[in-house]
């Protein structure tokens, strides 16, 4: 009998242990949208945090958990399956105690398997992820279906149009500028930050799209070929846009043709009078421009005698751009806007073309263009009025974005030029490369180079390093509170900085 009230004590106590551990993985795995290949890869990745016996603390949080109610299942289905362990430990060393002598091995051997499985905690949870998956995925298709079956209705009963919009990078963007754009004209709705996914998605439509809506704005993310045509079953475009292609999401995709193949399930997607938007300067997206039949619109910026809305006349300083817009058979205007970069010009063709596929006139772009405003942490300028500018693009980065970035805070003359970066990730076999070639080009116009994650940034610093840079110029710190805690210290004003990319708490280090 002692030895049973010692074990349940003591199973009470691991079993509270075990629920004040989970909060910290099951965070990682929504990161890792309860996908266990990939938070087992993060385990992998990161033996040093999940190899404790302690509790780990973050020291800052850049993405909480979010408490859904998908969180909260899984926390039941975790503790369910604890005490699953906890009863089979108690099970197994009361064997143990009522055969071996003396007794004590018993009582020990429960205290060594109740640590086993605390130590494991992250393992397990993944035990539990899979036993709800089944449950998860009924829940996930009863909503699909639902918001698949209320695009019809509006589709068929009031008209909406669906404008679907993918790519490697440029998406987010594109789709909050074409709402600004395309609301000069008509009713929108669009979907928030980067809702890109089946669930996000018939969130949305279930509970916020309305019969009085004239075009519903839908941004289409995938990790893996498949997972676009998946998305646009639900949303059924009537127009797609590919922003670009590029080498994103590398360790899953491999390939960047399976990246192209991926992309243009978009366009595949689209009924017999839909109409494809295509990004004609990126060259991946122009192989899959020139073998579309659809009814096409092509823009750009290179070769505007092949193009169908371009810009020329182009102008790009500290305060946004002034260019041209173009449109064959509409005419040419004048437009200005406050985003920073010459790429943001091409995300504001990219609406342009929407706006025009969707009966827009050249006037109503053009204002449309110029009540864009900057899409937050996608190189938006940030003035504290303490002479101090800071150029935020956090978001993510890709070798393209990260080059455009550099390419602003080379538009800034007379500023002492900082940045402050993890690097790129995702990137695959090339991603060391990449953050080498990334490395030199910083060389040539950052003044102060700020890299977050000492063992994450070396191939940035070597980069720097073999291009001559002077490296009492760098400084390698531990997270960004440590590089923020340093920027207090080392600006004054004249000083810019550019924030680029910041990783989620998965990636981040000891």
């Known amino acids: 009998m002692f030895f049973y009230i010692y074990a349940a004590v003591l199973g009470y106590a691991a079993f509270l242990m075990y629920s004040n551990r989970v909060e910290y993985p099951l965070n990682m795995l929504q990161l890792s949208e309860y996908k266990n290949d990939k938070y087992s890869k993060w385990i992998e990745e990161n033996s040093s945090k999940v190899n404790r016996f302690n509790y780990y603390e973050k020291t800052e949080e850049k993405s909480p958990l979010v408490w859904t109610d998908r969180v909260k299942r899984l926390k039941k289905k975790h503790d369910f399956v604890n005490m699953m362990f906890i009863i089979g430990a108690i099970v197994l060393s009361s064997i143990v105690y009522n055969i071996v002598n003396p007794k004590i091995i018993g009582l020990v051997t429960l205290v060594i398997l109740y640590l086993v499985i605390y130590f494991f905690q992250y393992r397990v949870l993944m035990i539990s992820n899979h036993l709800a998956k089944a449950k998860e995925d009924e829940i996930n298709h009863g909503f699909y279906v639902e918001a698949q079956e209320k695009i019809r209705k509006l589709k068929r009963e009031s008209n909406l149009k669906v404008l679907g919009i993918t790519g490697s990078f440029g998406k987010t963007s594109v789709k ?222 890709n070798p393209v974005g990260f080059r455009a970035a550099l390419e602003v805070l080379k538009e800034f003359k007379g500023y002492r030029k900082f940045i402050v970066t993890p690097g790129m990730v995702e990137l695959g076999d090339m991603e060391e490369d990449e953050n080498y070639k990334v490395g030199a080009e910083i060389a040539k116009s950052v003044d102060h180079v700020l890299l977050v994650g000492v063992k994450r940034t070396m191939p940035i610093y070597k980069g720097l390093e073999d291009a001559g840079y002077n490296m009492d110029n760098v400084y390698q710190l531990k997270n960004l509170k440590e590089a923020t805690q340093l920027l207090a210290n080392m600006n004054k004003a004249g000083d810019v900085i550019l924030f680029e990319n910041d990783l989620p708490d998965s990636y981040s280090e000891d």
């Open 176 to 397: 909050f500028i074409s709402n600004t754009v395309l609301s000069e004209a008509l009713r929108v709705k669009n979907t928030p930050s980067s809702y890109n996914t089946p669930m996000g998605l018939s969130k949305v439509i279930n509970n916020e799209l309305g019969p009085e809506k004239e075009v519903f704005i839908a941004e289409l993310g995938a990790y893996k070929p498949g997972e676009i045509e998946e998305v646009a079953e639900l949303v059924q475009p009537d127009i797609g846009i590919i922003t670009a292609i590029g080498p994103t999401h590398m360790h899953m995709y491999k390939t960047i043709e399976n990246i192209m193949k991926t992309k243009y399930e978009l366009i595949e997607a689209l009924p017999e009078d839909g109409i494809a938007i295509f990004n004609y300067d990126n060259k991946y997206v122009r192989e899959l421009s020139d073998k579309t039949k659809l009814k096409k619109i092509n823009y750009g910026i290179e070769n505007i005698d092949r193009l169908d809305i371009y810009a020329k006349d182009i102008e790009v300083s500290t305060e946004g751009s002034k260019f041209i817009l173009g449109i064959r058979g509409l005419g040419e205007i004048n437009c200005h806007s406050i985003l920073l970069g010459v790429h943001n010009i091409s995300n504001l063709l990219a609406a342009a073309s929407a706006a025009y596929a969707l009966g827009m006139t050249l006037e109503e772009i053009a204002e449309g263009i110029g009540k864009v405003e900057a899409v937050d942490h996608r190189l938006n300028l940030i003035n504290p009025g303490t002479g101090v500018l800071v150029i935020d693009d956090s978001f993510n980065s």
